[in-house]
């Protein structure tokens, strides 16, 4: 994906690809928001909404394969393939920040429940590594950082749910940590496509690079 002309990028260092440094970051598929079975899904349906239709039907015909092309291809390259979800450790998620507690409860989001797991198409393998944050971004409530520069990760692929909040998220405090970061766009997915397109074409401007999953395969032989 290649954005408009931008003078910010003039100031971007491009930094080239080694996939002896690479990590494969799979954000937030979790029934509870990346499931047409899961909570927001059922919440949605009950209100009689059909705003949900586009997340789901993106993140079947184009997350999940992509996602699953991308996991093999790093266990091909023996590289790091890491988990990172969402959710409260207890049912009342008094453990949470508080702006993440209602979220949480209504979606019955927290360790041991059918929500919080990882969608089945996705369950983690054998030498995956899985992270559980209460809050948007990652770097924020896991040691996500220590494991990255233990596993001699330095560039990270992104990829998963929801675009614009905690992929987003979780991609700017890489960058700015000194990750090379790159945005897989088709294997990415949210709830409105223009919040989706204005989140890659912003990313691209300053924080790190947007590539198809073709294209990323491809760079990463």
């Given amino acids: 994906m290649n954005a408009p002309a931008d003078y910010i990028r003039a100031y971007m260092t491009e930094r080239p690809v080694d996939p002896s440094k690479a990590a494969l970051v799979i954000v937030d598929m979790q029934n509870a928001t990346g499931s047409r079975q899961g909570a927001l899904a059922r919440k949605l349906q009950a209100e009689g909404s059909p705003v949900g239709d586009y997340r789901f039907d ?3 015909r184009l997350v999940l394969p ?18 990172v979800t969402i959710g409260a450790a207890l049912p009342d998620a008094s453990d949470a920040p508080v702006h993440m507690r209602k979220l949480f409860v209504e979606f019955n989001n927290h360790l041991g429940s059918r929500e919080h797991e990882i969608v089945d198409e996705l369950k983690p393998l054998s030498g995956e590594h899985v992270l559980r944050k209460t809050t948007i971004g990652a770097f924020a409530s896991t040691n996500i ?20 909040m905690c992929v987003e998220t979780t ?51």
Avoid: K
């Fill in 58 to 60: 993106r993140i079947e």
């Fill in 66 to 83: 992509h996602t699953l092309r991308l996991r093999e291809h790093f266990h091909g390259l023996q590289r790091p393939v890491l988990h």
């Fill in 145 to 164: 950082d220590s494991l990255l520069r233990a596993l001699g990760a330095e560039q990270l692929w992104m990829c998963g749910v929801s675009t614009n």
């Fill in 171 to 221: 991609a700017r405090e890489a960058a700015d940590r000194g990750y090379l970061v790159t945005l897989v766009e088709d294997a990415c997915g949210t709830t409105h496509e223009d919040l989706h397109q204005v989140t890659m074409r912003n990313f691209q401007r300053l924080f790190g690079r947007v590539r198809s999953t073709g294209q990323s395969l491809q760079e990463l032989a």
